[in-house]
């Protein structure tokens, strides 16, 4: 079982900068692909960025592209998800997941496993 929580999800100004942090534990996360998703009210969940366990293939949406970066510290069993450029669109609750490592990106949310409970992240205009 791989537990997850995420912090650093607040109230911003458009144009601010968030460094959302996914801490895991249980498991070791070197072993795991994370993602980042975002859910909007009445909105389904989406895909916003994932990284491979290995640190090399990562891959984001397109209405973030440019503007949010995914890292991974597998020492310390955290995964970021630094955003900037933030827009009022942006706002979201952001939860992490992670799914076993494998050959290819998943994006989508029923290929992921394990959970956290998700930060708030909300942007002004």
């Known amino acids: 079982q791989v537990q997850l929580v995420e912090s650093g999800g607040e109230l911003v100004q458009a144009g601010g900068s968030l460094r959302l942090s996914c801490a895991a534990s249980?498991?070791?996360?070197?072993?795991?692909?994370m993602g980042w998703f975002r859910q909007a009210p009445g909105k389904e969940r989406e895909f916003v960025a994932a990284?491979?366990?290995?640190?090399?293939?990562?891959s984001y949406s397109n209405s973030v592209k440019g503007r949010f970066t995914i890292s991974r510290d597998n020492a310390k069993n955290t995964v970021y998800l630094q955003m900037n450029s933030l827009k009022p669109e942006d706002t979201a609750v952001y939860s992490c997941?992670?799914?076993?490592?494998?050959?290819?990106?998943?994006?989508?949310?029923?290929?992921?496993?394990?959970w956290g409970q998700g930060t708030q992240v909300t942007v002004s205009s």
């Open positions: 990284i491979r366990w290995s640190d090399i293939t990562t």
């Open positions: 249980g498991r070791t996360l070197s072993n795991y692909d």
């Open positions: 997941a992670a799914r076993a490592a494998s050959v290819m990106i998943r994006t989508s949310p029923s290929q992921y496993n394990y």
